[in-house]
Structures are given as structure tokens and as C-alpha cells.
């Protein structure tokens, strides 16, 4: 099985990832303020989770998936530092409690630690995607969110999506990992689904 099977096998579920009413609000600017505060500093937190999540994969690795995995790593500190300069912009402060949605995220993150390394990597690669997917939907953006969306859009980080999509059909060619991975790949569906739905309803919209 290839990785993008999983996509093709649940098309439902990768829809409710990957399309939303909040990324439609990008593209057209009627975005709520507080949806916006609410996505910036949750997914902060989440960024946070995630390399802590990405080095200890890059860990157990092996030789052929390093290099990537390393870059991604890279990647995810800047990006730390890239949310809170954005965040210092809009006057918007980076600390609150995690939602109960991004608590279930980090908790999901942490558990796959035990899982095999193709379910774990397959994860990285699903969650990666449905980012690169989502962001897509919103191009050009409403000028106020235009570097968000261009944030997703760079060459760079297709070519690393597409080098994470590389690296999990080689651990899916093992065979053996394929009902772990599938597993994470339906969690990381839903979970990228429920972060959109967190984002745009709280405050009461
Ligand atoms: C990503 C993200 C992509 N920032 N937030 C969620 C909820 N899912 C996926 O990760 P990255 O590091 O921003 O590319």
C-alpha cells in the first residue's frame, strides 16, 4: 500500500480535514476575530507538541529517512519563532490552556510513540498534508491572512511533504504496519477536522 492510498480510501473524511467554513473565512476576510486568537494560539501549542513528537521519531528512524526527518525538525523551531512574531503583530498573547482538542492532539502525538514507526511516520506525513491541503483551499487569502496561507505555500514545504510521503510508502512497503498506520491515519483525519471545528466555534459562533 502507498501512503496517498489512505487519502483515496476515506475521500469523506479527508473532505471534513481539509476543507472548512474557517479556511473558507480566510479566503473571503470574514474571519472572526476571535477564531483567529483562538486557531493562532492553540496551534501554537500544538507546534510546540509536534517537535517534541518529531525528535524523538527522528530517533528511531532509520539511515534513509534521517534527512528529512532532520529538515522537519529544523523547520518546527522556526516555526516556533515565526508564531510568536506573528503573534506579537496582531497583539495577541501565546499563553492560555490547551483546548480540550488540542490536549486530545498532544495526547494522540504521545501514545504513538509506542506505535510502530510506520504509524507514527505516517501521522507526520497525513498531518503535513492536510495542512498543505487546507491552506491551498485558501489561496490566495484575504489580504490580512495572506502570509498564513503563504506560510503553507512555499515550494519548500511541498517538497517536504512530498519527501515525508517518500519516506512512509517505504515503511509501508514493509507490509506488516499497515493496520497501525491506517489507525493513525483515520485519528489524524479526524483530529485535523475537530481543530478547524475548535477554531471556528468557540466564543459561540
Ligand atoms: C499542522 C499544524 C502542520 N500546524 N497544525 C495542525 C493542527 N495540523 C497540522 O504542521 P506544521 O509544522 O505547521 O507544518
Not at 493562532?40 to 539511515?63: C, E, I, K, M, T
Not at 497525513?126 to 483551499?137: F, K, T
Amino acid at each position: 500500500m502507498k501512503a496517498a492510498t489512505l487519502i483515496d480510501r476515506r475521500p469523506e473524511a479527508w473532505h471534513a480535514a481539509t476543507r472548512h467554513p474557517f479556511l473558507d473565512a480566510v479566503r473571503d476576510g470574514a474571519l472572526p476575530a476571535t477564531a483567529f486568537a483562538t486557531w493562532l494560539l492553540q496551534d501554537y501549542l500544538f507546534v510546540g507538541d509536534l517537535l517534541s513528537f518529531q525528535a524523538l521519531l527522528l530517533a528511531r528512524a532509520p539511515r534513509a529517512d534521517q534527512g528529512v526527518l532532520a529538515g522537519g525538525l529544523v523547520a518546527v523551531e522556526a516555526e516556533l519563532g515565526w508564531f510568536e512574531a506573528q503573534a506579537g503583530r496582531w497583539g495577541l498573547a501565546l499563553a492560555g490552556p490547551r483546548h480540550p482538542t488540542a490536549a486530545a492532539y498532544r495526547a494522540f502525538l504521545h501514545n504513538l510513540e509506542q506505535d510502530t514507526y510506520a504509524a507514527a511516520l505516517v501521522a507526520l506525513w497525513a498531518l503535513e498534508r492536510a495542512y498543505l491541503e487546507a491552506w491551498r483551499g485558501a489561496v490566495p487569502g484575504d489580504p490580512a491572512y495572506r502570509e498564513f496561507v503563504a506560510h503553507w505555500m512555499t515550494p519548500v514545504f511541498a517538497a517536504y511533504v512530498a519527501g515525508l510521503e517518500a519516506a512512509a510508502d517505504r515503511a509501508l512497503a514493509a507490509g506488516d504496519a499497515e493496520g497501525a498506520a491506517e489507525r493513525a491515519f483515520h485519528e489524524v483525519a479526524r483530529l485535523e477536522h475537530d481543530f478547524w471545528a475548535m477554531s471556528w466555534t468557540e466564543e459561540g459562533r
